[in-house]
């Protein structure tokens, strides 16, 4: 079956396929593994990408295509490999870089005296898009060729920093000091002593890897330094508001430890959105150089130290720091947001005791309404049944002229207690329909 019967969407069952279906399941299968013979030179540039380059790249590759006559990759491509005559490139895109490898035999060259992209045009290679990260040489050895003597390791490497070890089940060896030499590239010696093309492309990629992915997980080292002397001011003044809490007793003089809280936690906020992507990126990074050490399966080769117990002892202390400053930038916001919570409720609670004191004095000041009122009233009873009682005098003294014997005074006294009844029982009624038609 061919490669592009493989690649060809199918009617499987009939059954209608997720849309991406073909496209998660070809991931796995991206970024195939080079097979290589020794011996062997390679060379591999990572460039930190720079924000929006992605066209750049893809138009750097398709230019060095044009130049050599090849098919250039295509246009929504990550990865591309194609053999140029005199060296192969493979060329491969990802999140945060991109990646060269050049790769050319080496039958006679004393190693590391070239490069492997000596070939490559010099102007196209110093126009790679983005900024340099890592930059390594490679050679691999067969079998048939003598084994590295100690002085040609002295020659090749730093001595005191040279670390080395069985790889690929114990299928080569290789040494590296892990310097920069003089010409900016990192060193690396690979001794092959029989491993197949595939596994050998397997391992001098993880070599790749595990030296790109080191630098990426220290990026954050610089920033958690800088961001610890500020974490370290801003748990000072943090400490000293918490203690001016418990202190503070006056509204203003909490409004403005509401405003100095407020403040320091949006510090907080800015240094922990500064560094979450990069800290977390730290971590992810660390935990792939640890699966490509493994997947190396070392084997200690005395008196060297091995690149798991080199990395372990230099690598591990400059993640845990950069873990120890995001825990910290944690800890701070949870503190900062804990003070500002007991600020808020300590003035809440000023603020319902103070509700509580007005409630009180207003239900007072309607008490004394109600009793002003209730006075009021009766002398409103007082004053109407007066006047009613007036006219029913007056009533009285027209009938005089009529020539009825009418006893004002005692008809006036007998109405007194009528109309102050019916006066009080008029009020009470217009009292108890205000009291329905306007409900307090």
Known sequence: MVEDDLNTPRDCAGLKPHPLRFDINNEIHARPFEQIVAPLTATHYAMFSEEHQEEQEYRHICDLCRRYGLHPPMENANHFAADFGNFRLRWERHAEFTTYTFLRQNKDEEPFAKT?????PKEWLRALPGLLLTAIKA????KGQSRPSDAELDKYFVSESLVSSLIGSNGAQRWTDMRID???YIRSLIYDRGMSPRKA????LRIFEIAVYRN????????AREVSVKIALINSELAELTEELGQTNSAAAEKDLLRDLTRVSAEIETLASKTAYRFSATRAYYQIVLSRIAELKEIPVDPYQTISEFLDRRLAPAVRTCNSVADRLADLSRRA???ANLLRTKTDFALAEQSQAQLAAMNQRAQRQLRLQETVEGLSIAAISYYLVSLVGYAAEMARPLGLAVNVELIKGASIPVILLAVWFALRRIKKRLSRDHPI
């Not at 492997?116 to 490559?120: I, L, M």
């Not at 492309?201 to 001098?204: A, F, I, K, M």
């Open 182 to 184: 003089k010409d900016g």
């Open 216 to 223: 990426l997980s220290l990026l954050a080292l610089p920033l």
């Open 201 to 204: 492309g397997r391992v001098l």
């Open 139 to 142: 050679e691999i050895l067969d």
């Open 337 to 339: 947001t804990r003070s």
């Open 116 to 120: 492997a992209c000596s070939e490559v």
